[in-house]
């Protein structure tokens, strides 16, 4: 029995890859870095920004990761004014078929939670998410278990109950150390095949098609 979801947010509930790219972009060329690609860039959504920056900046010291972080943030929030990024199609009527079988439903992210929880409310998510848990208050940021152990105990929901919805190898390899059921979703940042590998127990291609795993 599904009694509690843990979605991931970027990628997986909010299409923000534009707005991530070129921010990151963007932050890269005021810091004198060479610019990376998108294909770069996707693969370190999901991670805490100052881990994408030392996959970016191999050699970058931990002061100046600091700083680009800083910036990276400053740069969002101009980008955000321009680039108003919405909730992935079919998102608002699944949360609302999932609220309506009585299932609570959190999220987990590496995002600050000043950010992901504005995003929530901004895209009308704020209805169907009862928890919303940033990365500054997880005890220890994705791929370790800790943001769906936090959801878990919040909740009081036991790990065979609760199902993790993510778009990344790191979504599915938290889920997992947690002992819950995962499912990949392929409209996001990763891939099939990165998913796959990581071990997800479901992937799918639409996000209706979650209402069947419940």
């Not at 947010?9 to 004198?32: A, H, P, S, W, Y």
Request: one cysteine or more.
């Amino acid at each position: 029995m599904t009694r509690l979801i843990v979605f991931d947010f970027d990628g997986t509930l909010g299409d923000t890859k534009e707005n991530i790219v070129k921010t990151m972009q963007e932050t890269m060329r005021r810091m004198g870095f060479p610019i990376p690609d998108e294909a770069t860039i996707a693969s370190t959504i999901g991670l805490p920004l100052e881990d994408g920056f030392v996959i970016m900046a191999p050699g970058i010291t931990r002061e100046k990761c600091l700083e680009c972080a800083a910036l990276y943030r400053i740069v969002f929030d101009e980008y955000k004014a321009q680039l108003q990024p919405k909730a992935f199609p079919g998102v608002i009527d699944t949360l609302a078929a999932i609220k309506a079988k009585g299932i609570q439903m959190a999220v987990a992210s590496s995002r600050l939670s000043v950010s992901l929880e504005a995003f929530v409310k901004d895209m009308g998510l704020g209805d169907f998410i009862e928890y919303v848990l940033g990365v500054d208050f997880q005890r220890k940021p994705k791929p370790n278990p800790d943001p769906v152990l936090q959801c878990l105990e919040h909740f009081g929901v036991n790990a065979d109950d609760a199902l993790v919805v993510g778009d990344m190898a790191v979504d599915i390899k938290m889920g997992a150390a947690a002992k819950c059921r995962t499912c990949g979703v392929t409209w996001g940042n990763g891939t099939r095949e990165q998913l796959s590998a990581a071990g997800a127990n479901s992937i799918i291609d639409s996000m209706q098609e979650l209402l069947a795993l419940l």
